[in-house]
């Protein structure tokens, strides 16, 4: 079964960086789309960003320009370069891959979460 870790999240203030890294381990399994999502304090869970095995990476608009997301194959680990950070991206950042084994249909496994907090 795959097994994700997340790491990264902290404190920053606004206008901060922070870079989250999540590696993805599992012997036989195929990784293919690996996405950040984030659920902020009362709010639902919502895509941040993904990245197909290609390298082709889409961004929801409020990150557009902020952050930037990237993917070493050979280490199944994805990354997210978070720039000028606000208040309002403050959040539990998860990591999610789409996986399969062989014959088998296409399963999705999520991390556990890593907390960004921005304040001043």
């Known amino acids: 079964q795959v097994q994700l870790v997340e790491s990264g999240g902290g404190l920053v203030q606004p206008g901060g960086s922070l870079r989250l890294s999540c590696v993805a381990s599992?012997?036989?399994?195929?990784?293919?789309?690996m996405a950040w999502y984030r659920q902020g304090p009362g709010k639902e869970r919502e895509l941040v960003a993904s990245?197909?095995?290609?390298?082709?990476?889409l961004y929801t608009d409020f990150v557009k320009g902020r952050f930037t997301i990237s993917r070493d194959n050979a280490k199944n680990s994805i990354y997210l370069q978070m720039n000028s950070l606000k208040i309002e991206d403050t959040a539990v950042y998860y990591c999610k891959v789409d996986y399969r084994y062989i014959g088998s249909n296409t399963l999705d496994k999520w991390g556990p979460g890593t907390l960004v907090t921005v304040s001043s």
């Open positions: 990245i197909t095995r290609s390298g082709l990476a």
């Open positions: 599992g012997s036989d399994a195929s990784i293919n789309t």
